[in-house]
């Protein structure tokens, strides 16, 4: 087989059940036996970009196609879009409310994560019409 | 030291999972923002933390955390304990707030988790 292309749907509604996708993608990683280090770098970056389309775009795709030697993470939401992306991806920047602070998120740290863990990290996004984001760790 | 210690040093309680109180643990990280744990790459083992949804869990799974202290004598959701239970991540809880509990376990020699 030439890689493996795993797809999930992250459900908006459901804050109990995000980074279930995440969980799965490192599940598999760990079989193919990829290096403990790596798996945590994209498993940490994937979990942010999870949580952040539950709690800021209302759900989207989590799509993720691992290769022999690298594994591509895109995910794809059609929430309001983010209006300043240079602004968002300033450590501390959040625009969560007081109900998500009180889950233990809304630090501003998640995108600065993202892009500080991966080896390669795009953002786009359109305000009214939702956000790309694709990882890539190298392994 | 052991996760067993850790719960004789707090005066923890077990929650779950207590069938792994003999693995080691070495370094910890005290937070109620999840982004701020997973800003840290660095091997960690303890997690100690107010918070009691699912996404702690999740977040020490991530981290490939082995332990979570829950301060304040707070204690997990049924969801929170399922998920851990489910991977074998002990949970304990202590009425120590998060400065002590923190100060307590630094003082006996658990290390702070580094940034890569
Ligand atoms: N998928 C998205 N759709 C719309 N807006 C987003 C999305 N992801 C991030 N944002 C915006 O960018 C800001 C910064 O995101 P970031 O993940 O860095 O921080 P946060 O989610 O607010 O807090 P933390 O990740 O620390 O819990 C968010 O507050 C939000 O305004
Ligand atoms: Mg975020």
């Given at each position: 087989m030439e890689h493996l292309h795993l797809e999930y749907d992250v459900d908006g509604n459901n804050f109990v059940s995000a980074g279930q996708a995440t969980e799965n993608v490192k599940f598999c990683l760990k079989g193919l036996g990829v290096n403990p280090q790596d798996i945590r770098r994209i498993a940490i970056a994937m979990y942010e970009g999870e949580i952040n389309m539950v709690i800021h775009a209302n759900g989207g795709k989590a799509i993720a196609d691992i290769y022999l030697d690298k594994i591509v993470v895109q995910l794809i939401d059609s929430g309001e879009?983010?209006?300043n992306i240079e602004q968002a991806m300033q450590p501390g920047f959040s625009t969560a409310t007081e109900d998500i602070r009180s889950l233990?998120?809304?630090?501003?740290m998640g995108l600065p994560n993202m892009k500080k863990y991966t080896d390669d990290f795009a953002i786009e996004s359109t305000l009214g019409v939702g956000t790309k984001i694709t990882l890539t760790v190298k392994f | 030291m052991t996760i067993e210690q850790v719960a004789q040093i707090l005066n923890a309680e077990f929650v779950?999972?207590?069938?792994?109180?003999h693995n080691e643990v070495h370094s910890a990280c005290g937070s109620d923002m999840m982004s701020d744990v997973l800003a840290?790459?660095?091997?960690?083992s303890v997690l100690i933390t107010g918070l009691c949804n699912p996404q702690v869990v999740r977040t020490a799974e991530m981290m490939d955390m082995v332990c979570i202290v829950f301060v304040r004598g707070k204690r997990p959701s049924d969801e929170a304990i399922a998920l851990a239970q489910q991977k074998g991540l002990v949970m304990m809880t202590t009425q120590h707030r998060m400065f002590s509990a923190c100060g307590l376990l630094y003082s006996a020699g658990l290390i702070a988790g580094e940034s890569c």
């Open positions: 879009g983010i209006a233990g998120f809304g630090a501003g | 779950c999972c207590e069938e792994n109180k840290y790459v660095k091997d960690q």
